[in-house]
């Protein structure tokens, strides 16, 4: 795992409780890095929706494209 995600991604239950905040309508903002932790942050949640949502890979990537157009998942990265 990427030490960008090492803090954030480390636990079961940080992931387990962010799963079900999203699933409770929250919004999720990432601000830093474009070329490094922006695309971690992306797979991650990915891999969340994956493996605490029950979804397919292509689901998950289709979940995380719905959470962007609905703007509640939003990069400010550079």
Not at 9 to 20: D, E, H, K, P, V
Not at 25 to 33: E, K, L, N, P, Q
Not at 48 to 62: F, N, Q, R, V, Y
């Amino acid at each position: 795992m990427p030490t960008t995600q090492v803090t954030i991604w480390s636990s079961r239950a940080t992931c387990a409780r962010l799963w079900q905040w999203l699933q409770d309508g929250a919004h999720f903002y990432v601000r830093g890095d474009a070329a490094r932790m922006a695309k971690d942050v992306d797979q991650a949640l990915k891999d969340i929706a994956t493996i605490h949502g029950g979804l397919s890979p292509d689901e998950a990537a289709a979940y995380v494209r719905r959470l962007s157009a609905d703007k509640r998942y939003l990069r400010d990265v550079y």
